[in-house]
């Protein structure tokens, strides 16, 4: 377990780093309004991935990690196609909105509609990777990814418009995602993506409107505080994001391998859950803790040379957003063990009881005291929420010891 954990954490280093090294490299080069723009591409971006996952991977993970691996491949293919297909047909979507509408917002959503196939194979071979317990191989292709970025974002820079360095982080990710087909020795076949949400309707649809719900929300918090605020807002806030980056890779690579872990405890030793989602989300919830005070001592030099003019309002929401990273840590060690019950109605209901917090608490923070107010609205939503999870996870457990899932026969 250490082992995949490790692999997790080391992948997801790999892909923070590089989202990292976008969003700095974007925020130097274009300033705080285009940056703004890209930070709503960007978020478009994580709801589209979110309903992917949902559709796709994370039944995969549930159902389909620590299998044979004949079965292992025949569900890679399919999912993998069903990833594709997403990205397609919303890819689709976002060029023709991008299209109408033009100005400076309209050709960031264009050049993501583009880019969305390949960013979403990218991330449906990281997680089958997992899957299968083979997180090294995750790894060696977001390394893969990164090193196809730097030429990528050489070239944007001298373009110099966020189209640019939305197009260079699409077309590194394609490179990763086409080496993931020879990692694999897997094609996708985008025609059993029907056969692949028949076979998994029951966790899918319930998972996307779960998954959606997180990320949509992030998104009608960004459109919102733009409208509200003005679009440096959004800058600011993805700016304190990015200053949290290195916690979030280990909150995001711990993610990747989390479900998977707990659905194994779940089938040798079920008594074992419970604590095992209590250490996994308190460590979570230390470690943001310990993170944002050690940002707290950066001095304003630093932090403006890594952010340049971002920094002056970024640095002021350190405090509140690692509140809200640590209450979403802690609500993700019970997260992971609804999703390894499979308790899916429970799950959804959490979240969107989250989402709608969160939602609720960063526009209501906006409108009474701007951007700082948003982030302490998002911090006192996320504490709340984890609560809310924990009691769910411990309803969970007890139907669980009442009446035990019979073991799942996949296709």
Not at 29 to 44: E, P
Request: glycine content about 14%; charged content about 10%; some cysteine.
């Amino acid at each position: 377990m250490l082992g995949r954990l490790s692999w997790g954490l080391a992948d997801q280093a790999a892909s923070s780093m590089t989202n990292f090294a976008v969003g700095i490299y974007v925020a130097r080069s274009l300033g705080l309004a285009a940056f703004g723009v890209f930070s709503l591409a960007w978020v478009t971006y994580g709801v589209v991935l979110s309903v992917s996952r949902g559709l796709a991977t994370d039944p995969l993970v549930v159902r389909f990690s620590g299998v044979p691996d004949a079965s292992w491949r025949g569900a890679v293919a399919r999912s993998s196609g069903a990833a594709l297909g997403v990205g397609g047909v919303i890819g689709v979507a976002c060029l023709v909105a991008g299209l109408a509408l033009g100005g400076s917002v309209g050709p960031a959503f264009a050049a993501l509609g583009v880019m969305l196939p390949g960013l979403l194979l990218q991330d449906a071979w990281r997680y089958s990777f997992f899957a299968a317990g083979n997180g090294r191989k995750a790894f060696v292709n977001d390394l893969v990814w990164g090193a196809a970025l730097v030429p990528a974002m050489v070239i944007a820079a001298r373009v110099d418009t966020v189209a640019a360095f939305v197009l260079a982080w699409g077309a590194s990710a394609a490179v990763a995602a086409l080496y993931g087909c020879l990692q694999s020795r897997v094609r996708p076949r985008p025609t059993g993506a029907r056969e692949w949400l028949r076979a998994h309707h029951d966790l899918g649809y319930r998972y996307v409107a779960e998954n959606v719900s997180t990320s949509g929300a992030s998104q009608l918090r960004a459109y919102g505080l733009g409208a509200i605020v003005g679009v440096g807002a959004v800058g600011a806030i993805r700016g304190a994001e990015l200053l949290l980056g290195p916690f979030l890779a280990v909150l995001m690579g711990l993610s990747l391998v989390t479900v998977a872990e707990a659905a194994r405890v779940l089938r040798q030793a079920p008594h074992r859950l419970g604590p095992f989602c209590l250490v996994l989300g308190g460590a979570q919830a230390v470690a943001a803790l310990l993170w944002g005070a050690a940002l707290l001592l950066v001095p304003d030099r630093a932090g403006a040379f890594v952010l340049g003019d971002v920094w002056s309002t970024a640095s002021e929401l350190i405090v509140p957003a690692t509140l809200g990273v640590a209450g979403a840590g802690l609500g993700t060690g019970a997260a992971a063990g609804l999703r390894a019950l499979a308790a899916a109605r429970r799950s959804l209901r959490g979240q969107l009881f989250a989402s709608a917090c969160y939602v609720g608490g960063g526009l209501g923070g906006a409108a009474v005291a701007g951007t700082v107010g948003s982030a302490w609205g998002v911090a006192a939503a996320t504490l709340g929420a984890s609560a809310v999870w924990w009691l769910h996870l411990r309803a969970a457990l007890r139907e669980h010891h009442q009446n035990p899932l019979p073991e799942v026969r996949t296709p």
